[in-house]
């Protein structure tokens, strides 16, 4: 796109700031669309589970209730309560927000389409996704009350011990691809085992991403894995004392961290926009169409588990964690890195 204001006689420096905030734009206002319409499909699913009918009366079929719902908050008054810190409780919510939307800089929809096409692709998603627990910690510390406080404890405290494991696993992924390039991590999987585009086919790999899926629902304190939201002690979790934008921000930062994390299972294991098979037809579709199809199948899986499964204790949610997730994580490590140098690099 550079290159196109450039060769109609625009400035290089102008060109690149044009180009590049037209990519922002082009990735941030569907995303904040999809995020508005899967609100409504997960409730949806939620309904379809439970035997309910879910949104069926704003707009065909309901699907424009999330959008009410977003007027409602909109239209509500800002409520501050008097001893809390107020700038940082009103920073708290956008800095969730916008680390959620930053992290979709170098998620690659097609070869070529990415923002930032950077070398270190995945460690600058392993970054941001670390400054989400900034949000959690600064909302419940500035509200001024205990109940909040002590959930954004322990919010922090799941999402830190999530990353941990989370952190190893992305090793073994780049060890078997050989870069951090999200992009080059995709067409490492090309054609992986049996025409299967995906690492997921792998039986090394195989436990590795049935780890980074659960670690994924409890970085992003879904459900079974809620426990910032424990209603018998915890009223709303740190989101207690927010209303209006404030609390919605917190609301769209949730499920685009959701969407994210759906969108790095498909990347990392899923093949991202390839298509299921290597094979000629299927690559007639637009890879974003594929890359789509994948993240709604996870975030249906992702609904399916909160719709399901029963909430986890705190301790056992720790347990699984530091005592399951962390040395099998480590034990993959060592079994995926000794597999490599046995297989491709000699013994």
């Not at 997730?325 to 079994?335: I, K, T």
Request: charged share 10%; glycine share 8%; with cysteine.
């Amino acid at each position: 796109m550079t290159a196109f204001f450039i060769l109609h006689g625009m400035a290089p420096d102008w060109a690149w700031a044009l180009a590049t905030i037209i990519g922002i734009l082009l990735i941030a206002l569907p995303l904040m669309l999809g995020v508005a319409m899967i609100i409504y499909a997960d409730r949806k699913i939620w309904a379809a589970m439970a035997l309910r009918r879910g949104p069926n009366v704003v707009g065909p079929f309901g699907l424009l209730q999330s959008f009410a719902d977003g007027l409602k908050v909109f239209l509500q008054e800002t409520i501050i309560p008097s001893a809390a810190n107020k700038g940082l409780f009103l920073i708290a919510p956008i800095v969730t927000f916008t680390v959620a939307l930053m992290a979709w800089a170098v998620i690659p929809f097609n070869s070529g389409a990415i923002l930032a096409n950077i070398n270190v692709g995945l460690l600058y998603i392993l970054a941001i996704s670390s400054l989400g627990v900034y949000g959690t910690v600064m909302g419940g510390w500035a509200s001024n009350s205990k109940y909040p406080f002590f959930s954004a404890m322990r919010a922090s405290a799941q999402m830190i011990s999530y990353e941990v494991s989370i952190g190893f696993i992305l090793i073994c992924v780049v060890l078997w691809a050989g870069t951090f390039n999200l992009n080059g991590i995709v067409q490492a999987q090309k054609d992986h085992v049996w025409l299967i585009n995906g690492f997921w086919a792998n039986p090394l790999l195989f436990p590795i991403w049935v780890m980074f899926l659960i670690s994924g629902m409890a970085e992003t304190q879904r459900a079974p894995f809620d426990l910032t939201e424990a209603e018998s002690e915890l009223v709303a979790g740190y989101q207690t004392e927010y209303s209006s934008m404030a609390f919605a921000l917190y609301w769209l930062g949730e499920y685009a961290n959701v969407l994210l994390m759906c969108a790095l299972n498909a990347t990392l294991f899923f093949g991202g926009y390839l298509p299921p098979l290597d094979w000629a037809p299927l690559y007639y579709v637009p890879g974003v169409i594929w890359l789509l199809a994948k993240i709604l199948f996870f975030f249906f899986v992702f609904s399916w588990v909160k719709a399901t499964v029963p909430r986890y204790r705190y301790d056992q949610l720790m347990r699984l964690g530091w005592k399951v997730f962390l040395p099998l994580s480590l034990f993959f490590v060592f079994a995926v890195s000794g597999w490599l140098m046995l297989t491709r690099y000699g013994a």
